[in-house]
C-alpha cells in the first residue's frame, strides 16, 4: 500500500479482456457484481476521448455489512470497487482501495480484522487473475 491507499497491477491481457476475466472471476467467487461506470464511454457521450477506464463495484453483503457494522460511515467505501484502465502505453491496469487503508480511514477495530484480511487476500488473487 502506499500513502494513498491504492494498490496498482498491471494486467497481462488488453483492458477489455481484463474486464471479462475479472467479472469471472468476482462470480466464481460467489460474490454479486453490483454496478459498472464505463468512463470512456461517458466521455465519448459528451465529446471527449478516454482511454479505457472503468469501474466494478462488487462485493458480498455479509463480509460488507460488518463492517458498515463497525462504522456505518464505511459505506461511502463500499462495496468494493476495482477500476480497469489502459495507461498511455497501451497497457491494462487494474488499481483498488487497499482494505486496510480502509480499516484505517474508518478507524475500524479488531472486530474486522477477519473480514479485512479475506478482502485483502481476495483483491490481489482478482488483480493477479
Do not use: C
Not at 476475466?21 to 460467489?30: H, V
Not at 455479509?62 to 457494522?69: E, F, I, Y
Amino acid at each position: 500500500m502506499n500513502e494513498t491507499g491504492l494498490v496498482t497491477v498491471s494486467s497481462k491481457y488488453s483492458a477489455a479482456e481484463t474486464l471479462e476475466r475479472l467479472q469471472a472471476a468476482i462470480r466464481s467467487a460467489g460474490m454479486k457484481v453490483f454496478s459498472f461506470i464505463d468512463h470512456a464511454a461517458a466521455a465519448k457521450e459528451v465529446g471527449l476521448t478516454l482511454r479505457p477506464t472503468v469501474v466494478i463495484a462488487f462485493g458480498n453483503p455479509a463480509a460488507g455489512t460488518k463492517l458498515m457494522l463497525a462504522d456505518q460511515v464505511a459505506g461511502i467505501d463500499l462495496p468494493l470497487k476495482i477500476l480497469v484502465w489502459e495507461d498511455q502505453a497501451g497497457v491494462a491496469k487494474i488499481t483498488y482501495n487497499d482494505p486496510n487503508w480502509l480499516a484505517e480511514r474508518h478507524s475500524l477495530g479488531a472486530e474486522t480484522a477477519t473480514p479485512i484480511a479475506a478482502m485483502t487476500k481476495l483483491l490481489a488473487s482478482l488483480a493477479n487473475n
